[in-house]
């Protein structure tokens, strides 16, 4: 007689792995900013990622734990990921290759596969064109558009939880009568409210109670009111600095501030549809950058020449039809390069220089008489820049943050709303 036996199937460990956790604890690897690079001897500006370091990255994310489940691999396994010569397991490169798979299916990367070439015709036989070699290098991979806006929504929840806003995916609604933007919310009124009534929400209530019948008899339980949260246009000039200094002193501060800048895109994008944000970096001089590229930018071996990026933040801001117009300056160091009116690049990273300091502050006065407000994040308390920073928040009337890269994103985002928002009742 045939016998049958069943047991319990064990699916593989790849794919009892949660992506979303994986690729958010991979973060700062993804969003690498050249930090890493200035202690291995790789250009600052190589964008390129290789598979093994990907792999790398894996194997650190399930060590530290709760990725796998504990049913989901053997105690062998366990023992082997947590093991220094965990890489030449081959249970372990299964399983990173798995994962990585699944990323790309998934659309968190996009593997390249390393360029092939050919001999020259004269070096083979008959002229033929021989087999193709490989180069030596290796292969990579480019993250996606998808892994930049997720990375982006998880930065952004996360800062929203740490300031008290667990939720941001109200829908805005555009008030016709004033032409604002409000949130659109009825509730039932309450002693105190200042009487902004809901009248065909507070109509529906007393017919639905008493029927069709005039004249229609309303009740306190009826009457609804609108609480609303009106908000200004503003156009937005994220002035980033990518010289060198963002990742000097034994700590990335342009990762940090990478991230910050995707969680505040992401927020424009869903709560504040009306406002604009564009992206401007600067160093030896200055660049507009689009949002979606963001996340592959690197620092490089730039001086600070930041009257060069308030000239372009101004340009941007100027053709901007809003009700407010800022800029978020994220620095960390002096200005210390200037454009001169023939196009080279003045270079003084000794010190202030006055003559980069004054020109610096002649620029911030422009802003000012052109209704621009500038919003510095310091990452650095350096005395001589907690003065200079000083100066131009006294020039323009804006706010100064002497912050952390840790606590970057906390600030910026609770007074970016706090701007925007008025609550009335």
């Known amino acids: ?18 992506l979303d956790e994986l690729v958010k604890r991979m973060g700062d690897f993804f969003l690498q900013s050249g930090f890493e690079s200035q202690y291995y001897g790789v250009s600052e500006m190589d964008n390129e990622r290789s598979m093994e370091a990907l792999k790398e990255a894996i194997l650190r994310a399930l060590r530290e734990g709760d990725l796998l489940p504990e049913d989901s691999m053997s105690e062998e396994l366990r023992k082997i990921l947590q093991s220094p010569q965990a890489q030449n397991s081959q249970a372990v490169k299964d399983l990173l290759e798995k994962l990585m798979d699944r990323l790309a299916q998934e659309g968190f990367i996009n593997p390249q596969q390393p360029p092939q070439v050919t001999p020259p015709h004269q070096n083979t036989a008959r002229g033929s064109l021989g087999q193709p070699q490989e180069r030596q290098t290796e292969a990579r991979f480019e993250i996606t558009d998808k892994t930049i806006d997720f990375l982006g929504f998880k930065t952004l929840q996360d800062l929203m939880g740490s300031v008290g806003r ?87 501060r342009f990762t940090p501030a990478k991230r910050v800048a995707m969680a505040l895109s992401h ?40 009257r060069e990026g308030l000239r372009m933040a101004q340009r941007i801001l100027l053709r901007q039809k809003k009700d407010m117009r800022q800029i978020i300056m994220i620095t960390d160091g002096k200005p210390s390069a200037l454009t001169l009116e023939d196009g080279r690049i003045y270079k003084n990273a000794f010190g202030l220089d006055p003559f980069v300091v004054g ?42 943050y002497f912050t952390t890269p840790y606590t970057l994103g906390q600030y910026l985002l609770m007074d970016y709303m706090q701007r925007k928002t008025k609550q009335i009742h």
């Open 166 to 252: 667990s939720s941001f995916g109200r829908h805005d609604t555009r008030d016709l009568s004033t032409g604002v933007e409000s949130g659109g919310v009825s509730r039932p009124y309450e002693f105190g409210d200042t009487l902004n009534m809901d009248v065909s929400e507070t109509l529906f209530n007393a017919v639905r109670r008493e029927g069709v019948k005039v004249p229609i008899e309303m009740t306190y339980s009826d009457l609804m009111v609108h609480q609303c949260e009106y908000h200004s246009s503003c156009a937005t000039v994220l002035l980033l600095d990518c010289s060198h200094s963002m990742i000097l002193y034994g700590e990335d």
């Open 267 to 306: 927020l424009i994008r869903t709560q504040y549809p009306g406002d604009t944000l564009s992206l401007v970096l600067f160093h030896d001089s200055a660049e507009e950058v689009p949002l979606g590229e963001l996340a592959r930018v690197q620092v490089g071996p730039y001086y600070t020449n930041t």
């Open 359 to 400: 020109q610096t502050l002649e620029e911030v006065n422009k802003c000012k008489r052109a209704g621009i407000l500038i919003n510095t994040f310091m990452l650095a308390t350096d005395y001589s820049l907690v003065h200079f920073v000083q100066k131009i928040t006294e020039i323009c009337r804006g706010k100064a």
């Open 1 to 18: 007689m045939k016998v049958v036996r069943y047991g319990k199937y064990v699916g593989e460990p790849a794919d009892a792995v949660d």
